[in-house]
């Protein structure tokens, strides 16, 4: 398997900044989604990473390294409605993904 | 971005009853969809992939019988669940690839499927 590893829950304080780390155990894959769910809501799409480096959308980076088998999300200037399921996929035409990690925001 | 949708959002039904799931794109073609179930805090797990004109593919373990697929145009995929049962209750969720200038897939706001 690809055996996706990601923390179960993180807290954090509002305006902080937070990474959420996952990695995986397999090399050939398309590319690595990060994507958002609230609950009870299907997930919303946030990042893809196809090569290595750092991929930055407004307060939310992915990042990739292959040779190292990680990627980190990261989620700065942390507002409440961030407090969601963050869940990292390797794409190789299927989408495998991680059990996901639990981010509860804090005021 | 684009739009996916799914029909019902919710259903309750009666055990041994067949409910069918809807999965439409709204603004584009989709030549390939995708199933997923998610039980309470669990991650999504991919039932099968859907391809326009030809069988699903169902992943190691799904009943094939029991979950059908049908694909019939570029937009609309279709998942039946026959005879259901209480075990099958869970939040169905569709998903369509996109290809071309960046990859990703679209998820479907999901159904929630509660049999009694």
């Known amino acids: 398997g690809q055996n996706i590893d990601q923390p179960t829950e993180m807290t954090a304080t509002e305006g902080a900044i937070v990474q959420i780390n996952c990695t995986y155990q397999t090399s050939g894959f398309n590319g690595l989604f990060w994507y958002q769910q609230h609950a009870g809501e299907a997930p919303t799409f946030l990042s893809y990473n196809v090569l290595d480096g750092l991929e930055e959308k407004g307060r939310f980076s992915s990042f990739l390294s292959r040779s190292k088998g990680y990627s980190y999300l990261l989620l700065k200037e942390l507002q409440m409605k961030d407090s969601a399921s963050y869940l990292c996929a390797l794409n190789d035409y299927k989408l495998s993904f991680g059990a996901g990690t639990t981010v509860t925001v804090r005021a | 971005g684009a739009v996916v949708s799914q029909h019902p959002s919710w259903v309750i039904c009666k055990s041994g009853t067949s409910v069918k799931i809807e999965c439409r794109s709204l603004?584009?073609?989709?030549?390939?969809m995708f199933w997923y179930r998610q039980f309470p805090k669990q991650s999504l797990m991919l039932m099968a992939t859907?391809?326009?004109?030809?069988?699903?593919?169902?992943e190691q373990g799904v009943e094939k019988d029991k979950f059908l697929i049908n694909h019939a145009s570029l937009t609309l995929s279709t998942l039946t669940v026959t005879s259901a049962h209480p075990e099958d209750s869970s939040f169905y969720i569709c998903?369509?690839?996109?290809?071309?200038?960046?990859?990703?897939?679209?998820f479907g706001p999901g159904t929630r499927l509660l049999v009694l």
């Open positions: 603004d584009f073609q989709a030549t390939t």
């Open positions: 998903s369509a690839r996109v290809t071309g200038r960046q990859e990703t897939q679209y």
């Open positions: 859907s391809n326009e004109g030809s069988k699903a593919t169902y």
